[in-house]
């Protein structure tokens, strides 16, 4: 349970390393805006368009009559936007990601730099980084959409899937959320996904500790926006920990009060 605290740490020496650091925490703000926009734009194109969109979609109900063709659109016309709402919460950060890699690696390496030790650099090209990034976001994207359909189901469940089913979503979320965020430094030590994943896996409460508190702050777009140059620098740190060498326990001898001679 220590690692829980651990994790949430990180997140907070990350966010105050951007505060010591103010030019990379505006250098790192952009990629977040850029995408911000992007998808204000979207929502905006959607609110504006999902009448119609939702009059086309339904033909058969051209004829019914007044009040239930209005009733019957209008929920449709509400779940859409709500669909296309959740959409734009759980694939914000893997796009911020995508947009911004050059600014996020190069403040990554900051910190790598700042932190002492190597800063290591994957030698790959632009493009070559952006189709790892993509493929590995899509990847990550198919697995909490497959979890989010289990979960989903377990949620008809009576009293369980009102009180452990929310909780359990929110740490699936955190976990791949950490993942996405710790891919950054990662991937510059060509580290894949397959072991990415079996790091967390090995760490999984210092992981959750990370993520989960930042889902939920996630949950708001605008903070996310100002929250994502420290998470990427609390994610550096915390890959740091992550590929240290665990020293074994060392075995004492009870007699000398002491541990033994090599």
Same mark, same amino acid.
């Given at each position: 349970m220590r690692d829980l605290g651990v994790g949430f740490g990180y997140l907070m020496k990350g966010q105050r390393w951007v505060g010591r650091h103010g030019r990379w925490f505006g250098f790192g703000l952009l990629p977040g805006l850029v995408t911000l926009v992007l998808y204000a734009g979207a929502l905006v194109g959607l609110a504006y368009g999902a009448d119609d969109l939702t009059a086309w979609a339904t033909p058969f109900a051209d004829d019914w009559s007044s009040p239930w063709q209005g009733v019957f659109r209008g929920f449709l016309t509400a779940l859409l936007f709500a669909f296309g709402l959740f959409l734009a919460v759980v694939t914000f950060t893997a796009v911020t990601l995508l947009v911004g890699q050059p600014f996020y690696e190069s403040l990554s390496e900051e910190v790598d730099r700042?932190?002492?030790?190597?800063?290591?650099?994957?030698g790959l090209p632009l493009?070559?980084?952006?189709?790892?990034?993509? &493929?590995?976001?899509?990847?990550?994207?198919?697995?909490?959409?497959?979890?989010?359909?289990?979960?989903?189901?377990?949620?008809?469940?009576?009293?369980?899937?009102?009180?452990?089913? !929310?909780?359990?979503?929110?740490?699936?979320?955190?976990?791949?959320?950490?993942?996405?965020?710790?891919?950054?430094?990662?991937? &510059?030590?060509?580290?894949?996904?397959?072991? &990415?994943?079996?790091?967390?896996?090995?760490?999984?409460?210092?992981?959750?500790?990370? %993520?989960?508190?930042?889902?939920?702050?996630f949950l708001v777009p605008f903070v996310a926006v100002?929250?994502?140059?420290?998470?990427?620098?609390?994610?550096?740190?915390?890959?740091?920990?992550?590929?240290?060498?665990?020293? !074994? !326990?060392?075995?004492?001898?009870?007699?000398? %009060?002491?541990? !033994?001679?090599?």
């Open positions: 700042t932190e002492g030790g190597d800063v290591p650099r994957s493009w070559r980084e952006l189709w790892i990034s993509a &493929r590995d976001s899509v990847r990550i994207l198919v697995r909490v959409a497959l979890y989010g359909i289990v979960l989903f189901a377990l949620g008809f469940i009576p009293v369980v899937g009102q009180t452990v089913v !929310p909780v359990l979503g929110f740490c699936v979320s955190g976990f791949f959320l950490a993942e996405e965020l710790t891919a950054v430094a990662l991937q &510059r030590r060509r580290v894949e996904l397959k072991e &990415r994943l079996a790091m967390l896996r090995g760490r999984r409460m210092l992981t959750l500790g990370f %993520g989960v508190p930042l889902t939920l702050a100002f929250l994502m140059p420290g998470a990427v620098a609390g994610a550096t740190l915390m890959v740091r920990d992550l590929e240290a060498p665990q020293e !074994p !326990p060392v075995e004492v001898d009870r007699k000398a %009060g002491s541990a !033994p001679y090599a």
